[in-house]
């Protein structure tokens, strides 16, 4: 009978001591990023386990390995995961990419036949109104009166000559 070894153990002591192994330094993100995503694509996976893997990895870390993810797995989770949800079938895949985050931070998943206001990047609803141009706000109707507000105060006086200096040193360009 073959006994095996404690894999978390031998994981767990790897990361307390990495200067005992410099030679597959590079190998550890890889292989982390490569078990995750076995788990993140096993069949038994729900969003309440997602949702455990998303706070023992850290947003951060789950939203690097999401990201480094192909199209089609991101695709396939979120199509196992909220099969219901009406955009799905038109969804781009960076929708699916927010999707999948949005139920890994708490999202629920639609139900068979549910529909739900929900703010949408793959499709702006037609009762909302389009967005102020920013062309078209005040900051940008400004009309300037000519005077320098922010020069730091200068003496009469002195401004003056500086005034007089400078039409005297202009050259003209020929």
Same mark, same amino acid.
């Given at each position: 009978m073959a006994l095996d070894v404690d894999g978390y153990a031998v994981l767990q002591a790897m990361a307390s001591?990495?200067?005992a192994f410099p030679d597959i330094r590079t190998e550890i993100p890889?292989?982390? @990023?490569?078990?995750?995503v076995k788990q993140l694509k096993a069949r038994s996976l729900r969003?309440?386990?997602l949702r455990l893997? @998303?706070?023992v990895l850290g947003s951060e870390s789950f939203a690097l390995i999401a990201d480094g993810m192909s199209e089609a797995e991101v695709k &396939?989770?979120?199509t196992r995961l909220d099969p219901h949800h009406p955009s799905l079938k038109t969804a781009t895949? &960076?929708?699916? @990419?927010?999707r999948l985050t949005a139920l890994a931070a708490g999202d629920a998943p639609f139900r068979k036949g549910?529909? @739900?206001i929900e703010d949408s990047p793959a499709k702006p609803r037609a009762t909302e109104a389009p967005p102020e141009r920013a062309l078209a706000s005040r900051p940008?109707?400004?009309v300037w009166d000519g005077k320098d507000h922010d020069a730091p105060p200068t003496k009469e006086g002195r401004d003056k000559k500086d005034k007089e200096k400078d039409r005297k040193g202009k050259k003209k360009k020929g």
């Amino acid at each position: 009978m073959a006994l095996d070894v404690d894999g978390y153990a031998v994981l767990q002591a790897m990361a307390s001591a990495p200067e005992a192994f410099p030679d597959i330094r590079t190998e550890i993100p890889k292989a982390a @990023r490569a078990l995750v995503v076995k788990q993140l694509k096993a069949r038994s996976l729900r969003v309440a386990s997602l949702r455990l893997i @998303r706070e023992v990895l850290g947003s951060e870390s789950f939203a690097l390995i999401a990201d480094g993810m192909s199209e089609a797995e991101v695709k &396939g989770l979120v199509t196992r995961l909220d099969p219901h949800h009406p955009s799905l079938k038109t969804a781009t895949p &960076g929708w699916h @990419r927010h999707r999948l985050t949005a139920l890994a931070a708490g999202d629920a998943p639609f139900r068979k036949g549910e529909t @739900r206001i929900e703010d949408s990047p793959a499709k702006p609803r037609a009762t909302e109104a389009p967005p102020e141009r920013a062309l078209a706000s005040r900051p940008f109707s400004a009309v300037w009166d000519g005077k320098d507000h922010d020069a730091p105060p200068t003496k009469e006086g002195r401004d003056k000559k500086d005034k007089e200096k400078d039409r005297k040193g202009k050259k003209k360009k020929g």
